[in-house]
């Protein structure tokens, strides 16, 4: 009898060991993904604006060549 209990507390603590050892490496990876998943967004949203901030110069840009334009075919130099 004590033996058949001592063969039960030792398959069981060793399943329990063994399950703590995969859930470690399991949590540790849902760690990492998150993080990963923080850095991709945070890179995504530096984008936008940078695309964002790119389109308004772009704008003003352009802006700018047609108001020089228009002055050069009036004859004047000077830019604005």
Known sequence: MAAASA??????TFAGLEGFCFVIPLVDFEVRRHA???RAEKN????NLFGELMKKESKTL???VALA???MIRGET???
Do not use: C, Q
């Not at 063969?7 to 069981?12: I, N, P, Q």
């Not at 995504?44 to 984008?47: G, H, K, L, S, Y």
């Open 7 to 12: 063969l039960t507390l030792f398959v069981v």
């Open 36 to 38: 990963m998943f923080v």
């Open 44 to 47: 995504v949203n530096e984008r």
């Open 62 to 64: 352009l802006e700018r």
């Open 69 to 71: 334009e228009k002055d």
């Open 78 to 80: 000077e830019l604005k």
